[in-house]
């Protein structure tokens, strides 16, 4: 049984930072890469960022410069390091983790994931 447990979300103030991660449980990931979405209320769920099986990365346009993916094989999880935030980030956070091995990092934010994590939520203030 796949499990992708997210962590990290909280209330932060505008120009905060906060460090999500996404703790990948059932089989190993490391041919496999990883995106994080965000969903804002009312809003559809949207890409935020990716990182191939080789470490490539990928970020949304209103990401790029203050987001940073990584991830750690040997742990099996990924984190999304969130810097001068914005009321606008405020979102639910999602991993998700595609159906394919050696997915192009630039397809990670539009092919459809096969396992997606519970959430957690993002809050910053102004």
């Known amino acids: 049984q796949v499990q992708l447990v997210e962590s990290g979300g909280g209330l932060v103030q505008a120009g905060g930072s906060l460090r999500l991660s996404c703790a990948a449980s059932g089989r190993t990931f490391r041919t496999y890469g990883m995106g994080w979405f965000r969903q804002a209320p009312g809003k559809e769920r949207e890409f935020v960022a990716a990182i191939s099986w080789s470490a490539t990365t990928y970020y949304a346009d209103s990401v790029k410069g203050r987001f940073t993916i990584s991830r750690d094989n040997a742990k099996n999880t990924v984190y999304l390091h969130m810097n001068s935030l914005k009321p606008e980030d405020t979102a639910v956070y999602y991993c998700?983790?595609?159906?394919?091995?050696?997915?192009?990092?630039?397809?990670?934010?539009?092919?459809?994931?096969?396992?997606w994590g519970q959430g957690t939520q993002v809050t910053v203030s102004s």
């Open positions: 998700g983790v595609p159906g394919s091995a050696y997915t192009p990092v630039q397809d990670l934010g539009v092919v459809p994931m096969a396992y």
